[in-house]
């Protein structure tokens, strides 16, 4: 299975040079892309946004909402991208279009498979950690379980802070911290809070962090933080069935 997880942040120009680079290393040959652009409202103006930011440089890019068969277009494509948005939109439109079972296959066949954001989050065994309003309600939670355990896209630690006319005055809201904890008040599946351009490379039984340090959320024990370049193996031997319906 090889899966390039992000993220997202990818706006400066820094991090897009990150992301491309990133993404031809694990494309390889592979030059062509299958697009999903379900988590956002406006398809063709997600379309001509990625390409436009620089994102797919050098890759001829199709929209699957171009398509007038989403499940052969799966099967035939030679990878596929999962953009950002509303993670509840993008599933309910994947089980709307029956392509659940369509992606999961293709990926075990060794598809390559690029997931930004809410991407990223269908990748995992649910949507439970996502940042997102429940705009709709897909028929379950329950997602494309590509790795067994979750993430939380745009992870930060600590207080938000926001800029006023005044300076920067604390908001008080609860801390992602004490989000993800709740989360494991419920459930027991580990969950890995990605810092912004943060990058998860999957290579068969192998999985490194890349572009951003990441923090490790397991149920009843301390916190644990990765730095770039980690080797993450052993979040594969995670227990997926562990999470809550």
Excluded at 77 to 101: P, S, V, Y
Excluded at 130 to 143: E, H, L, Q, V
Excluded at 205 to 217: C, P
Aim: proline share 4%.
């Amino acid at each position: 299975m090889r899966l390039l997880l992000g993220s997202g942040g990818f706006r400066t120009p820094e991090r897009i040079e990150f992301f491309n680079r990133s993404l031809r290393g694990f494309l390889g040959s592979i030059d062509r892309l299958l697009f999903v652009p379900y988590a956002l409202h406006d398809h063709d103006g997600y379309l001509i946004a990625i390409r436009e930011r620089g994102l797919v440089n050098g890759l001829r890019v199709e929209s699957i909402h171009h398509e007038t068969d989403a499940c052969q277009a799966v099967r035939r494509a030679a990878a596929l991208l999962i953009g950002g948005g509303n993670t509840f939109r993008l599933l309910a439109q994947l089980d709307r279009f029956h392509l659940m079972d369509a992606i999961r296959e293709r990926v075990e066949q060794g598809m390559p498979y690029v997931g930004v954001s809410a991407g990223t989050n269908v990748a995992c065994p649910t949507i439970q950690t996502t940042n997102d309003m429940p705009i709709t309600y897909p028929a379950s939670p329950r997602a494309l379980n590509l790795v067994p355990f979750q993430i939380n896209p745009h992870y930060f630690s600590g207080q938000i802070h926001v800029q006023t006319y005044s300076g920067l005055e604390q908001h008080f809201g609860e801390t992602r911290d004490e989000r993800l904890c709740e989360f494991h008040e419920m459930n027991d599946v580990p969950v890995l809070g990605l810092w912004e351009a943060g990058i998860l490379l999957r290579e068969g039984a192998g999985l490194t962090l890349a572009g951003a340090r990441a923090r490790l959320f397991r149920k009843n024990q301390p916190r644990e933080d990765f730095d770039a370049g980690a080797s993450l193996d052993f979040l594969l031997d995670s227990k997926s069935e562990q999470c809550g319906q």
